[in-house]
């Protein structure tokens, strides 16, 4: 069936170093993929998103690599710093569901000063 | 803007109360949805809303009932409370449906049923 999963549940970084969070996705038809921030005690707060028509995002330190061959998303945060810290969920959906959209189950990051 | 709001933060419950999460958004968006987030897990959509007077099912709906009289609230009814619905719960709004952009969360209900 559907599902969205990650390579890794915990992620740990150097404070300034660039962070890579991985997402597999099993649904060939999905077209919409989103990336939320999840701070501890709040809800998911909307990062980044990508179209199935494109390959790469880039938002303000952050950038959505999207690999349909493979079925692979990546999230990208450059110069990562203390206030990065947070569970990162990507999310697919697919136009002829729209209002359905699959979490994955999260990968968490923490930074080392 | 409030954004999208939530109470109560935090309840708890006995096995068979009923109770109703309150969810109410002021940035006059039509789609609105509940979903449930479990310890270590994704967030799951448990009913969904397109409109005023509009909604449907998501992944895990049973036990939980919901109505949408106005643009803005969007409650989330608990018949009978089980165990099983220990959970954070958190209410949603997005310009369109919520699949296809950018969707804004409410700060959460932790409930607790024993």
């Known amino acids: 069936g559907e599902s969205v999963g990650l390579h890794l549940p915990t992620l740990s970084v150097q404070e300034g170093d660039n962070s890579i969070i991985n997402c597999a996705y099993s649904?060939?038809?999905?077209?919409?993929f989103i990336w939320y921030k999840q701070e501890s005690g709040k809800g998911p707060q909307f990062i980044i998103d990508i179209r199935s028509n494109m390959d790469k995002r880039q938002g303000q330190r952050v950038t959505v690599l999207l690999n349909k061959t493979v079925k692979h998303l990546s999230l990208q945060i450059a110069a990562t710093q203390p206030g990065d810290s947070a569970v990162y969920f990507c999310a697919e959906n697919t136009y002829s569901s729209a209002s359905k959209i699959i979490f994955g189950s999260g990968t968490r990051l923490s930074i080392r000063p | 803007n409030a954004g999208v709001t939530q109470t109560p933060k935090f309840q708890v419950l006995k096995t068979g109360q009923s109770m109703t999460l309150q969810c109410a958004q002021d940035m006059n968006h039509e789609y609105m949805s509940w979903y449930r987030q479990d310890p270590g897990m994704g967030l799951r959509l448990i009913h969904y809303s397109v409109g005023a007077g509009i909604t449907d099912q998501g992944e895990v709906p049973n036990g939980y009932n919901v109505s949408r009289s106005t643009t803005e609230d969007f409650p989330l009814r608990l018949l009978s409370a089980a165990p099983s619905q220990t959970s954070v719960y958190f209410c949603?709004?997005?310009?369109?449906?919520?699949?296809?952009?950018?969707?804004?969360f409410g700060p959460g209900t932790r409930l607790t049923v024993t």
């Open positions: 649904n060939s038809a999905s077209d919409y």
């Open positions: 949603a709004s997005s310009y369109g449906a919520g699949g296809q952009y950018e969707q804004y």
